[in-house]
């Protein structure tokens, strides 16, 4: 009897673990990788680059901004290379990026200086990013963005 109810409380056990969501850490590698990316664009981003932008944004972007203006790819890349938004510098605190499977996930704090239409600013917003893998590379397709007590 003793046996029998050993080898229940192992079964029961064993059926309560394999329901349990498991938790897996992800690959150091692949958030650097990804904040490789969040990188190269906040310097496209200050430096205008056509094709340094380009390059790591998804053709399927949808860039929003703080006011709720969603811009395409095509749109957001040309209000910068144009100088229409024009970010003098950007800082990024507080980064959590979160990967599931060929999706990222990247949380930050975002403040920087502007010079939009010869108008200087100031901005401190909360970014959400989405990157997804595309052949080996990780791209931009969509970006939130909204306003945090300063």
């Given at each position: 009897?003793k046996?029998?109810?050993?080898?229940?409380?192992?079964?029961?056990g064993?059926?309560?673990?394999?329901?349990?969501?498991?938790?897996?850490?992800?690959d150091?590698?692949?958030?650097?990788?990804?904040?490789?990316?969040?990188?190269?664009?906040?310097?496209?981003?200050?430096?205008?680059?056509?094709?340094?932008?380009?390059?790591?944004?998804?053709?399927?972007l949808?860039?929003g901004?703080?006011?709720?203006?969603?811009?395409?790819?095509?749109?957001?890349?040309?209000?910068?290379v144009?100088?229409?938004?024009?970010?003098?510098?950007?800082?990024?605190?507080?980064?959590?990026?979160?990967?599931?499977?060929?999706?990222?996930?990247?949380?930050?704090?975002?403040?920087?200086?502007?010079?939009?239409?010869?108008?200087?600013?100031?901005?401190?917003?909360?970014?959400?990013?989405?990157?997804?893998?595309?052949?080996?590379?990780?791209?931009?397709?969509?970006?939130?963005?909204?306003?945090?007590?300063?």
């Amino acid at each position: 009897m003793k046996y029998l109810m050993t080898m229940l409380l192992l079964v029961t056990g064993l059926v309560a673990y394999s329901q349990t969501p498991m938790v897996v850490a992800a690959d150091t590698k692949v958030e650097n990788t990804i904040a490789a990316a969040v990188e190269k664009l906040r310097v496209a981003m200050i430096s205008g680059v056509r094709k340094d932008l380009e390059s790591v944004l998804s053709a399927d972007l949808a860039y929003g901004h703080s006011s709720g203006k969603v811009e395409t790819k095509a749109e957001f890349v040309e209000a910068i290379v144009s100088r229409t938004s024009d970010f003098k510098s950007i800082d990024i605190q507080d980064q959590k990026i979160t990967v599931q499977g060929t999706l990222a996930i990247v949380r930050h704090i975002l403040t920087g200086e502007t010079n939009d239409g010869g108008k200087k600013g100031h901005v401190r917003l909360g970014i959400v990013l989405v990157f997804k893998q595309v052949n080996n590379q990780w791209l931009l397709c969509s970006r939130n963005a909204f306003r945090i007590a300063a």
